[in-house]
């Protein structure tokens, strides 16, 4: 199983998280709401049926978003 962990640092009380996996076309591969109980949560996301290559992993909170992050799928 390939499995990516992903921990998501908010100030306190922020509500919930949204995680987001796009591929190179835009398209969206993955998308989960996170409840913030905690400033600091870690998830993990199977990525197996993902397909090699460059994905774009972009977090938003209360309609802010967080610098976006690459990961590549070997």
Do not use: E
Not at 10 to 30: C, E, F, T, W
Not at 45 to 64: C, E, H, L, R, W
């Amino acid at each position: 199983m390939d499995v990516m962990n992903l921990k998501i640092d908010l100030p306190k009380n922020s509500g919930s998280a949204i995680v987001y996996i796009y591929d190179m076309q835009g398209r969206i591969m993955y998308q989960k709401s996170i409840q913030m109980n905690q400033s600091s949560v870690l998830i993990q996301i199977d990525v197996a049926q993902f397909n090699g290559g460059t994905y774009i992993v972009k977090i938003t909170s209360d309609g802010n978003s967080a610098p976006s992050i690459k990961m590549i799928k070997q």
